[in-house]
């Protein structure tokens, strides 16, 4: 198992060992235990007549309800709750899921509305899953159960493990409501429940909280070697739009004569009327420079190198028999973009929106609302759409593509979204803002060389 991979998945990890125990084939069987029919009989439990897989032979399918109580917590009113930390606690789904705000009350409920420590719980609306309560005394929501039996045929924590694992609660079939879905409590009633030997179970928990703190440490290495690997990225770029990572060429055209170069192949485009005339950019005084660059290189804007634009800001629908992808941030993938699965539009909005700035191979998308600035490269042929709560950003066909991703997701351009970012509700930033820019330009060569250099060393960091 490669704990230093950005790919260690933990949760599907998690799964298969939940699928494992509840399949009897996580921890070895005992002859000398005494079987689950015995505690059928013991305890009255009933069997299930549906059976979802195998299980050993000293288990036994039971129905759930059979061995287990399943308590509704309080429906309370909004007026029943105080903001008052003397009174006893009410614990919602939320409080377990999404928060951590509380409310109180000074009702005096019947014994089964209230929760302690130990005591192994439901939420069964929005969110689904148990916990073993170890937040005090509290009175818990009607969106929550507490589970109880008085038998002594079921482990705790064999009990909360099966819970766990959504598979053995939730099916398309079981859950209700259109806006917010729930499972019933007759249907978590009559779950089928694979019941193992008493001394089987407690060893099943065992092993499996021995596995989930394994991979608890294992996602904690991988966290922290995850942010070592963005560090170390972020570095290596830093170096590199410094000048730093490779050594200057003095045989390398300079800078200054490709700048005029760019200029002199951005007046042809406008006299062929492939792009518009733009107002110059303002000039780079030497205040706004962050840091020195090499003699060769220049500092410019982005609008000075490269054509800064977006569609028109509409929203097409989305149809069936649509063929053209419309792309937007939630369809980066962690390196790429999905293409297939994005949102297809038709042709009639295909050339409508199309006409102002229509996507090309090798143009980079530049979000601006949202995850504004997470680079993504066009790198398919195909005609498709970019949101408009995007940009794009087109290189000059004389600098290299590459260098400017690079430039574009390093700490520079972090530091201009901050410097022009505009704090509203919806933080986002202007195509103006953008052309505005701050720039460092190489020669073409070490462009290049740079380039080449960012890669090897990024493929010896990812491993």
Not at 224 to 242: E, F, G, I
Not at 252 to 273: F, G, M, N, Q, W
Not at 274 to 298: A, N, Q, R, V, Y
Request: some cysteine; aromatic content about 10%.
């Amino acid at each position: 198992m490669k704990t230093n991979s950005l790919d260690f998945d933990a949760q599907a990890l998690r799964e298969k060992i939940l699928d494992l125990a509840m399949r009897g084939k996580l921890v070895p069987q005992d002859p000398n235990d005494e079987p689950a029919s015995v505690l059928l009989e013991k305890d009255n439990l009933k069997n299930s007549d549906e059976k979802p897989h195998d299980i050993p032979a000293s288990w036994k399918w039971i129905i759930l309800g059979s061995g287990v109580n399943f308590y509704n917590g309080r429906a309370y009113k909004k007026n029943e709750l105080l903001n008052d930390d003397k009174f006893t606690p009410v614990l919602r789904v939320g409080n377990l899921f999404t928060n951590s705000s509380w409310y109180y009350s000074d009702l005096k409920l019947d014994p089964n509305k209230y929760i302690d420590n130990g005591d192994l719980i439901y939420a069964w609306s929005a969110s689904f899953g148990p916990k073993i309560w170890n937040g005090g005394r509290v009175i818990f929501h009607y969106h929550i159960w507490k589970l109880k039996y008085d038998n002594t045929a079921i482990d705790k924590n064999f009990l909360y493990y099966f819970l766990l694992d959504k598979r053995n609660v939730v099916g398309e079939t079981d859950l209700h409501g259109s806006t917010m879905k729930h499972i019933t409590k007759t249907n978590m009633e009559h779950l089928p429940f694979p019941l193992p030997p008493l001394s089987e179970q407690s060893r099943i928990a065992a092993k499996i909280a021995q596995l989930f703190a394994l991979l608890r440490k294992a996602e904690t290495s991988t966290q922290q070697y995850a942010k070592l690997q963005t560090l170390l990225k972020s570095k290596v770029l830093d170096l590199a739009m410094r000048g730093k990572l490779i050594e200057q060429d003095p045989n390398d055209e300079p800078a200054s004569v490709l700048l005029e170069k760019i200029k002199a192949e951005k007046a042809e485009l406008i006299k062929e009327k492939k792009i518009k005339k733009t107002k110059p950019l303002p000039p780079i005084t030497d205040d706004e420079k962050p840091f020195d660059i090499p003699d060769s290189w220049e500092w410019v804007r982005l609008g000075d190198i490269a054509q800064v634009g977006d569609i028109d800001h509409k929203m097409p629908k989305q149809t069936q028999d649509g063929i053209y992808p419309y792309i937007s941030p939630k369809d980066f993938t962690k390196n790429g973009i999905d293409y297939q699965n994005s949102k297809k539009i038709s042709k009639e909005d295909f050339i409508k929106l199309s006409k102002k700035f229509l996507p090309q191979k090798g143009d980079l998308i530049f979000p601006r609302y949202g995850t504004i600035g997470k680079i993504r490269e066009v790198n398919v042929d195909l005609p498709l759409l970019v949101s408009y709560s995007c940009c794009l950003v087109r290189s000059s066909k004389l600098i290299d593509n590459s260098f400017v991703k690079s430039e574009l997701d390093s700490q520079i351009t972090k530091e201009e979204i901050k410097r022009y970012i505009n704090k509203s509700t919806q933080p986002n930033i202007g195509l103006k803002s953008i052309q505005r820019f701050l720039f460092p330009l190489p020669p073409l060569e070490e462009q290049k060389k740079i380039a080449k250099r960012i890669s090897e060393v990024n493929k010896i960091i990812d491993g």
